[in-house]
């Protein structure tokens, strides 16, 4: 059984096809994400994406907003289009597979997690994800990134993609210092699992219980999406 592992991000969409432990078949593939970002040009880039993986069975596909039964709910990121969309159905009559969408993060946390403890999981990107497991179940649609941090700013807008741009590395850093402080406090977590295009930036000694994971990990997570329902969280699958 072969699953194509989708990560939609608001700069890149990256494929690869995954065995059925979970272990990369192919190389993986990335396109920038289309602009302007509304779902039928970013199915057209999966679409094209594909043709270089070879074959597959399924799809899992990681999405940067809330989703509940394949259909995404937010997309601060991308497009407006994309609120209420069946992303699930959509793609699957696509590629002709059957389609499971999560969240991106939630994704990348599957990929990151050892499965013991409390265990959070964020993403530096173009905005800021998050996932929180407790002892290897997903507690679902947490999106930290929306959430007042500091100055009258949320998580994203301090530590987004825009922001790093703005404010420059070493500023940028110091933020994230405060940042992971605080989440610690709030989560009181075992571990951090800290992933995204953006954690080549870091540049500051982190915690022993925190650690950087490869973006790649976000594709890895997909295989979870086909576990039984019953093992995670069913508002996630479709």
Request: charged share 20%.
């Amino acid at each position: 059984m072969r699953t194509l592992s989708v990560d939609i991000g608001g700069s890149g969409v990256k494929v690869m096809v995954l065995d059925e432990a979970g272990h990369a078949l192919t190389q993986r593939s990335r396109v920038e994400t289309p602009q302007p970002p509304i779902p039928d040009a970013v199915i057209a880039a999966i679409a094209q994406l594909t043709e270089g993986q070879g074959e597959f069975d399924r799809v899992s596909v990681g999405f940067p907003g809330v989703v509940r039964n394949g259909v995404t709910a937010t997309a601060v990121n991308l497009d407006p289009s994309w609120i209420g969309f069946d992303l699930a159905t959509a793609l699957s009559q696509r590629l002709g597979k059957p389609v499971r969408v999560a969240n991106d993060a939630d994704m990348q946390g599957m990929g990151a997690i050892v499965g013991k403890g409390v265990e959070l999981v964020i993403t530096l990107g173009t905005g800021f994800g998050s996932a929180l497991f407790v002892n290897g179940q997903l507690v679902p649609n947490l999106e930290m990134g929306h959430h007042e941090f500091r100055n009258e700013e949320t998580y994203e807008q301090q530590l987004g993609r825009e922001a790093l741009d703005r404010v420059g590395k070493k500023k940028w850093n110091r933020r994230l210092e405060k940042a992971i402080a605080s989440l610690e406090h709030l989560f009181n977590y075992d571990a951090l699992h800290i992933g995204g295009g953006n954690t080549d930036k870091i540049a500051i000694e982190l915690p022993a219980n925190v650690k950087v994971v490869p973006n790649v990990t976000g594709l890895f997570g997909g295989i979870a999406l086909w576990r039984d329902a019953s093992e995670g969280n069913p508002d996630q699958l479709s």
